[in-house]
C-alpha cells in the first residue's frame, strides 16, 4: 500500500496570502497524484489530476507540481471561498489511496 | 450535466447488510470505471472500490474484501454496492463516484451507520 502523508495538518492563512501544501508518497507515484478540496458537507471536488494539470473550470490560482514522492498544491491568492480541505491521491497502485487531509483555515 | 444519486444508506445492524444503489445521468455510462469513496464521520476519504466498464475487472480495498461486492448494470445506468457482515467500523458516507483512478464526479453521498 501507498501511503500518503500531508502537511501541514492545518495551515492558517488570510484572503490574498499565498498557500502551499505538500504531499509526500511512500514510494514513487510517478505523477499519478490527484489533488482534492472538500467543504464541509459538501463532496469533494477534483483540483488537479497527473500532479499539474487543473480539472475542468478549476481557476488558475490552483497549480501543482512534483513527481516521484514529492508533490505540492499552491493556492496563488485566497479567496474566501477556498478556506477547505485538501486531499491528494494516488493511482499509481491498484489500491487507491488518500492523504490525511491538510486543513486551510483563517 | 453529470449528476450521480445514491440510494440505500441506512441504520444497520453489525452483522448485518444494506445495498447501496447510485444512478447517473448526463454521461456516457459505458465509458468509465466507477467507484465507492467512503469517509467516516470526521475523518478523511477512502477508497472502496472500482468497477471497469463492461464490470469484468474489480479491485476491492482489504478491509472490505469479501464481504463488499460491487456490480453495474449498464442499461440502467446504475452502480450498485452489496455490504455485508457489516461492522461498526463501516459507518460512513458512501460517495459514488465517476472515474476508476481519478474522481472527476462525486454523488451527494449516502450515510450508512452500522449500530445496535
Known amino acids: 500500500e501507498i501511503v500518503l502523508t500531508q502537511s501541514p495538518a492545518t495551515l492558517s492563512l488570510s484572503p490574498g496570502e499565498r498557500a502551499t501544501l505538500s504531499c509526500r508518497a511512500s514510494q514513487s507515484v510517478s505523477s499519478y497524484l490527484a489533488w482534492y478540496q472538500q467543504k464541509p458537507g459538501q463532496a469533494p471536488r477534483l483540483l488537479i489530476y497527473d500532479a499539474s494539470k487543473r480539472a475542468t473550470g478549476i481557476p488558475a490560482r490552483f497549480s501543482g507540481s512534483g513527481s516521484g514522492t514529492v508533490f505540492t498544491l499552491a493556492i496563488s491568492s485566497l479567496e474566501p471561498e477556498d478556506f477547505a480541505i485538501y486531499y491528494c491521491q494516488q493511482r499509481s497502485d491498484w489500491l487507491r489511496t488518500f492523504g490525511p487531509g491538510t486543513k486551510v483555515d483563517i | 450535466e453529470v449528476q450521480l444519486v445514491e440510494s440505500g444508506g441506512g441504520l444497520v445492524q453489525p452483522g448485518g447488510s444494506l445495498r447501496l444503489s447510485c444512478t447517473v445521468s448526463?454521461?456516457?455510462?459505458?465509458?468509465?470505471?466507477m467507484s465507492w469513496v467512503r469517509q467516516a464521520p470526521g475523518k478523511g476519504l477512502e477508497w472502496v472500490a472500482n468497477?471497469?466498464?463492461?464490470?469484468?475487472?474489480?479491485y476491492y480495498v482489504d478491509s472490505v474484501k469479501g464481504r463488499f461486492t460491487i456490480s453495474r448494470d449498464n442499461a440502467k445506468n446504475s452502480l450498485y454496492l452489496q455490504m455485508s457482515s457489516l461492522r461498526a467500523e463501516d459507518t460512513a458516507i458512501f460517495y459514488c463516484?465517476?472515474?476508476?483512478?481519478?474522481?472527476?464526479?462525486w454523488g451527494q453521498g449516502t450515510l450508512v451507520t452500522v449500530s445496535s
Open positions: 463516484v465517476r472515474g476508476g483512478g481519478y474522481f472527476d464526479n
Open positions: 468497477i471497469k466498464e463492461d464490470g469484468s475487472d474489480k
Open positions: 448526463g454521461f456516457t455510462f459505458t465509458n468509465y470505471w
